[in-house]
């Protein structure tokens, strides 16, 4: 079986690299940074536990749990404290916990009575039928109102993309909401009637999906998959150019070049549009001979957003913080006029995140709605969150431990116009047989989204590598 190049060394790329060596197909991951897992990166110092990247994996697909078996992880895993299930929005400049029934949304005090009326007048507001694209903010006023999408909607999109509600598309960014609305007219119908639709898929809708990490954080995950391919995965070497040979691929390195079967991209958009790319025939003449193709033009890839996120560990003794920081976190909609994003309470989540009598606060700054606030110098991030905190979660006093990373490009923005990316992407397979592309910037940006897409991708490929065996 001739190897594949796999390129990028996220979860997505180890993921890929991990499923096709089990299944007897060589691999060599090309990973330009010095280490591996990508965005994810967690460290222990002075008994803390920061989780700089993703915090927790959503189990919304069996394959997600099949990947931590097969890697040997489970007796490693930890499921998120059933305590801290509960979520908080902040409104009227506090933090008021999220209802988890329909009772308790009846009667938070986090709506008013108008948006739960809207709620309940959802059900009957007719679907859309021009198939426009719309954004998540006009789909929300449309189906529920404007206090929904300020004063939920809005915090949430800051917590999934660090996106901007107006921008970010509803089909491309939230695709079972709109596939819900087009199949059952009604997102609370949808939820009532689709229960039985995911049940035999074995999905798991987000809201209800167990959350996990691992003793030592979810770098866990990337490491161990890292140590089982071993030397295949090679740290510091940037994939620069792909050449269409006569019966595969050469990957072009910082390094070296070398010949493969098929490719998978799993790197970063941003990285996608720097990759020359040689040997493709032009859209009009699919039928020439491989040869004759000429360069193909990646740079539009590069047009796709990622805003700068900042993220801030802080590590606090309990008696310098009032609220009890059990929960998931804070989402916080821009209206309430605070300069952080949100907050995980990290410690209240996961056992041995923070020494005894202490506590972790996992704070997000920048994302669409104030990049240049991520950009600031560290100490001055660390500043801001603990002001915002101050107000917020009554924390007093200097953090005992703090940790700021930058991630000048973190999340991509599938905003309006999207789709037009995905089909470019498309095309690019289809002109490219053999080239594939997988991870955040197509098949959906949480960590679940991305070891499925890995999964996925080890399959298309291993089924293309057979067809070319006869
Ligand atoms: C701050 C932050 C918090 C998040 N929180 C959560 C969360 O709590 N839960 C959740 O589900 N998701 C979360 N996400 C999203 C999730 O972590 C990412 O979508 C996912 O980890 C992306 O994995 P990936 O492998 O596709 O990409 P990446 O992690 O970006 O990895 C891509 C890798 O490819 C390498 N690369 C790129 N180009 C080349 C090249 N030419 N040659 C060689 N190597 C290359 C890069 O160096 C990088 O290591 C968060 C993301 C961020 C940034």
């Not at 499923?19 to 991951?29: E, F, S, Y």
């Not at 309990?318 to 989402?331: A, I, K, N, S, Y």
Request: glycine share 10%.
């Amino acid at each position: 079986m001739k190897p594949v190049a796999i390129i990028g060394a996220g979860i997505t790329g180890l993921t890929a690299a991990f499923c096709l060596k089990r299944k007897g197909i060589p691999v060599t991951v090309y990973e330009a940074g010095n280490r591996a897992g990508g965005v994810i990166q967690s460290f222990r110092k002075q008994g803390y536990l920061a989780e700089c990247g993703p915090n927790t994996i959503l189990e919304t697909s069996p394959k997600i749990a099949q990947l931590v078996r097969d890697a040997g992880l489970e007796s490693r895993r930890l499921f998120s404290d059933p305590k801290a299930g509960a979520r908080y929005v902040v409104r009227y400049r506090r933090p008021i916990a999220m209802p988890g029934s329909p009772f308790g949304f009846f009667t938070t005090k986090l709506f008013t009575i108008k948006a739960k009326l809207a709620v309940l007048r959802e059900p009957f507001v007719p679907r859309r039928r021009d198939g426009q694209e719309e954004s998540i903010a006009e789909f929300v006023r449309r189906r529920l109102n404007q206090e929904f999408l300020d004063h939920a909607i809005d915090a949430l999109v800051a917590g999934v993309y660090a996106g901007d509600p107006y921008q970010l598309s509803v089909q491309q960014a939230f695709p079972k909401l709109a596939r819900l609305e087009a199949r059952y007219g009604s997102l609370i119908r949808g939820q009532i009637f689709g229960a039985r639709a995911r049940r035999r898929s074995g999905e798991v809708v987000k809201d209800r999906a167990p959350k996990f990490s691992f003793d030592e954080g979810l770098q866990v995950l990337p490491d161990i998959l890292a140590t089982q391919l071993g030397a295949a995965v090679k740290l510091n070497t940037a994939a620069l150019k792909l050449t269409r040979t006569a019966d595969g691929w050469r990957v072009t390195t910082t390094g070296s070049a070398a010949e493969f079967g098929a490719a998978i991209f799993c790197g970063t958009a941003p990285r996608l549009a720097e990759l020359k790319m040689e040997g493709i025939p032009p859209a009009q003449s699919l039928s020439r001979p491989t040869g004759e193709g000429g360069p193909f033009d990646l740079t539009p890839f590069s047009e796709i957003r990622y805003p700068p996120v900042a993220s801030v560990v802080l590590g606090f003794r309990r008696d310098q913080v009032t609220h009890p920081c059990e929960g998931f976190g804070m989402l916080i909609p821009k209206i309430e006029g605070f300069k952080i994003l949100g907050t995980i309470f990290s410690s209240s989540l996961f056992p041995n995140r923070a020494p005894a009598g202490h506590l972790t606060l996992t704070s997000y700054v920048g994302g669409e709605r104030y990049p240049d606030l991520a950009l600031l110098p560290p100490d001055q991030v660390i500043e801001l969150t603990c002001a915002d905190l101050g107000a917020l979660l009554g924390v007093k006093g200097k953090p005992v431990f703090q940790h700021c990373v930058l991630y000048p490009r973190a999340i991509p923005q599938y905003n309006l116009g999207y789709g037009r990316f995905r089909e470019q992407m498309n095309d690019l397979e289809q002109r490219a047989p053999g080239f594939f592309l997988a991870g955040h910037y197509r098949d959906g940006v949480s960590l679940g989204d991305t070891i499925v897409s890995g999964v996925n991708i080890s399959e298309r490929v291993a089924e293309f590598l057979a067809t070319l065996n006869g």
